[in-house]
C-alpha cells in the first residue's frame, strides 16, 4: 500500500469515530464549557470539523503563519451544522490527498506566529500530526460530553456506555 493510499485509510478509519463523537453533541449545549479556560463546545468541535482541510492547505502551501492569517471560527449552533461542516471539511482534505503523490509529501512545511517558528516538517509528518490533532481534540469531546451525561461511543473498540458494565 502506498503512503497516499495508508493516509487515506487512516483518515477515512478516524472520520468514523470523528462522525460517533459529533454527531453527540446536544443542540442545546453549543455554548457550554467545563471550565473558565478551556473553549465551549462550539470553539472545540467547529475546530475539529475544519481540522479535515489543514490536509489541503498542507499541500496546497508552504507555511501558516497565524499573524498573517488568524483563525476566524465559524459560528454553529445546531449538531446538523456541524455534521455538514465536517463532511465537506473530509471531502476536502481527501480530495486534495488523492490527488498528492509521494513527492508532493516531501517539502518542508512551518507553522508559525510571525517570527516565532512553532514547528517545520514534512507535509507527511504535517498531515499525520492533523490527524493527531483530531484525535486529541475528540477526546477534549469525550470530557465534554461525559461532563454532561451523553454517552460516549467506542473509539478502537467499545466504549464503558457500550459494554454491560
Not at 487512516?10 to 442545546?28: F, G, I, S, W, Y
Amino acid at each position: 500500500m502506498s503512503t497516499i493510499q495508508t493516509l487515506l485509510k487512516e483518515m477515512d478509519n478516524e472520520a468514523v469515530t470523528t462522525r460517533k463523537m459529533l454527531e453527540r453533541v446536544p443542540d442545546d449545549k453549543f455554548n457550554w464549557k467545563p471550565h473558565e479556560k478551556s473553549m465551549t463546545i462550539e470553539h472545540l468541535t467547529t475546530h475539529i470539523a475544519e481540522l479535515p482541510t489543514w490536509i489541503s492547505m498542507v499541500l496546497t502551501s508552504s507555511e501558516l503563519d497565524f499573524a498573517a492569517n488568524p483563525y476566524e471560527q465559524k459560528s454553529i449552533a445546531k449538531t446538523k451544522d456541524l455534521m455538514k461542516l465536517f463532511e465537506e471539511s473530509l471531502a476536502d482534505g481527501k480530495t486534495h490527498l488523492s490527488k498528492a503523490s509521494v513527492k508532493d509529501l516531501e517539502p518542508s512545511w512551518t507553522l508559525r506566529n510571525g517570527d516565532q517558528i512553532y514547528s517545520v516538517n514534512t507535509k507527511a509528518e504535517v498531515i499525520r500530526m492533523t490527524y493527531c490533532q483530531i484525535v486529541h481534540h475528540r477526546a477534549q469531546l469525550g470530557v465534554y460530553l461525559r461532563l454532561l451525561n451523553v454517552p460516549i461511543p467506542g473509539s478502537y473498540g467499545p466504549s464503558a456506555d457500550e459494554m454491560n458494565f
